[in-house]
């Protein structure tokens, strides 16, 4: 089973509907991140946890929200959501402390037409 | 601002033929350089972690070597399987949150052709 889960894989949808992406965690991690991946870009930081009561922005959080339901569990949400949102969604974990490596889910695949 | 340069953006090789990727890397004091795999419809999937300059790291065909100013990823001998996009990150001691996030450079794409 995957450590880092997220659903759904793919999903399209219409501009201005509000869609919610989820991730689950089985490694015992505090940190949670979410990061969008576009061709020529590489992976930006959209918002990141450090436990269940501590969330930060990144580097691209505009039209973006987030939820930290518990340590397990970290949802990215789109208010209404527009064409140059649609990117590959990722959703990683890390121990605390410094240098600690992320961990990657598999991703979902957004298309916003 | 930290910023992170990888090249080439794809790589073709044959099967046996040694390479070298680049990752050219600007922080305001490197905490970590982080080099990770990345397959087609997967999420990347960790390597390396490198602290400071003049330190390796090796893991069966893979090297990777960290300068003050560049890392390098080793390939020796490729297969076939090896074919993956490549990508480093960075970790600056301190940003402005001080919360330390990685920046990602956008990737060198190998394929290693049999």
Redesign the interface.
Same mark, same amino acid.
């Given at each position: 089973d995957a450590d880092?889960t997220q659903t759904p894989r793919n999903r399209i949808t219409k501009t201005g509907k509000r869609i919610m992406l989820e991730c689950s965690q089985t490694k015992g991690h505090d940190r949670m %991140?979410w990061y969008r991946q576009d061709p /020529?870009? /590489?992976?930006?930081?959209i918002y %990141?946890s +450090?436990d269940v009561k501590d969330i930060?922005k !990144?580097?691209i959080s505009d039209g973006y929200s987030v939820s930290r339901q518990a340590q397990a569990k970290f949802s990215l949400s789109l208010e209404s959501a527009i064409p140059n949102q649609t990117a590959l969604y +990722?959703c990683?974990t890390s121990n605390a402390g !410094?240098?600690q490596?992320?961990? +990657? /889910?598999? !991703?979902t695949r957004l298309s916003i037409l | 601002e930290d910023q992170v340069t990888q090249s080439p953006e794809a790589l073709r090789l044959q099967e046996g033929e040694s390479s070298s990727l680049n990752c050219s890397y600007t922080v305001s004091g490197l905490r970590g350089l982080f080099w990770y795999r990345q397959d087609p419809g997967k999420g990347p999937e960790f390597l390396f972690t490198l602290y400071s300059a003049g330190e390796e790291k090796e893991k069966e065909r893979l090297k990777a070597t960290l300068t003050k100013k560049e890392s390098f990823l080793h390939i020796t001998a490729p297969k076939p399987e090896d074919s993956a996009t490549y990508l480093c990150a960075v970790q600056a001691s301190s940003d402005r949150t001080g919360r330390r996030a990685l920046t990602f450079g956008s990737g060198t794409r190998l394929q290693v052709q049999p």
């Amino acid at each position: 089973d995957a450590d880092v889960t997220q659903t759904p894989r793919n999903r399209i949808t219409k501009t201005g509907k509000r869609i919610m992406l989820e991730c689950s965690q089985t490694k015992g991690h505090d940190r949670m %991140y979410w990061y969008r991946q576009d061709p /020529g870009l /590489g992976l930006r930081l959209i918002y %990141y946890s +450090f436990d269940v009561k501590d969330i930060n922005k !990144g580097e691209i959080s505009d039209g973006y929200s987030v939820s930290r339901q518990a340590q397990a569990k970290f949802s990215l949400s789109l208010e209404s959501a527009i064409p140059n949102q649609t990117a590959l969604y +990722f959703c990683a974990t890390s121990n605390a402390g !410094g240098n600690q490596p992320q961990h +990657f /889910g598999d !991703g979902t695949r957004l298309s916003i037409l | 601002e930290d910023q992170v340069t990888q090249s080439p953006e794809a790589l073709r090789l044959q099967e046996g033929e040694s390479s070298s990727l680049n990752c050219s890397y600007t922080v305001s004091g490197l905490r970590g350089l982080f080099w990770y795999r990345q397959d087609p419809g997967k999420g990347p999937e960790f390597l390396f972690t490198l602290y400071s300059a003049g330190e390796e790291k090796e893991k069966e065909r893979l090297k990777a070597t960290l300068t003050k100013k560049e890392s390098f990823l080793h390939i020796t001998a490729p297969k076939p399987e090896d074919s993956a996009t490549y990508l480093c990150a960075v970790q600056a001691s301190s940003d402005r949150t001080g919360r330390r996030a990685l920046t990602f450079g956008s990737g060198t794409r190998l394929q290693v052709q049999p």
